[in-house]
């Protein structure tokens, strides 16, 4: 048996609809922005391999310190105890990030680092009040992840229906533009007093389809909420480390939240690691001779060593000479290619922010065509050697840094002759 029929026998996949599935390509390999099938083909990964490998794949120094760390010390509790890489990582990244973030909480992924910024701002209401305030504000359409608490406060959507009944009830407003921007305000004003915090992915809604909405507008949410003392999370598990062209996504703005929730980039696809960080405002309300005023959670591999010296390397090579640049470049090209194909008959629209490049095609208004295409799509790009998973009929682009301008024009033109062909 070769090794799709040996998965087949005893995998369940994520995200895929186990009968008939497209076949799954067996990975042996990968180097810089590519990986390898077993028959050696190579392939582009455009998307970083669902947006976590900012810098390719098997990086030599994130891989030389992985190693170091796991013959010192591969693990150890996180209560009662401490390890120099969480610290310093801790250290490293809190000054990195916009407003005056205090501390760090280390959990394994984007969902859990969600999670346990929910769980701060609710019990920051029940640790500093009397009537806790309960209500969650979130967009529609906006993505926190997969865990109950995170599909909560994410858009409802044929991913969340099964569940719909045991998810708790949220506020979801509009994407804000300028027509809108005052009626969200005025609805958040209404609701103040219940509510305890807005949750939102700042300035681009990943998996709702690369939607992007302007900075300016999330400045005046924030400040609506601000006024009112709700407390504000930004999810940048997906725009966090360069990938909207800034350090972090937040940096555009000048109002700054209480929280931010990272993961996905932070470890360069290497380990598993999600981080929530906040300020002085959260922390302190968890600070009491009360016990019941403490953040009772944690997980098992929580601030795992392996992880934090993989994040850390990560971060090396982050704000090493060459990357800045190399976001530079990749978010140009991706404008001038934005601009040459805007207007396209068969795209409705085109839309780019950093190193983020999406492309919404024409299907019409036939949702019944929508799934069709998206596998037609799929497959087209897999068969000239490049990894794009289209959401729906969006496609994206979203490649590592290091992704070179023949890669790319290569993307962009294999993009044409779909557009023509399909
Ligand atoms: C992917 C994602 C999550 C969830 O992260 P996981 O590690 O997949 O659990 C949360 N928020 C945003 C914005 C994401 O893109």
Sequence with gaps: MNLAERDKKVIWHPYTQMKNPLPHIPIVRGEGVYV??????????????????????????IAEKVAEQLKTLEHVIFAGFTHESAVQLAERLLPLLPGKQEKVFYTDNGSTAVEVALKMCLQYWVNTTKQPRTKILAFKGAYHGDTFGAMSVSGRSIFTDPFASLLFDVEFIDLPNTKNIEQIKSRISYLSNEVACFIFEPMVLGTAGMVMYEAGHLDELIAACQKHGILTIADEVMTGFGRTGKLFSCEALQYSPDIFCLSKGITGGTMPLGVTTCNAKIFDAFLSDDKLKTLYHGHSYTANPVACAASLASLDILLSDETLPNIQRVSAKHEAFAEKIKGHPKLKDVRQTGTILAMEWETGGDTSYLNGLRNRLYNYFLEQGIILRPLGNIIYILPPYVISNDDLDYIYSTILTALEEI
Excluded: C, L, Q, R
């Design 36 to 61: 390898f099938d077993e028959s050696g083909k190579k392939y582009i990964d455009a998307v970083s391999s669902w947006w976590v490998n900012i810098h390719g794949h098997a990086h030599p120094h």
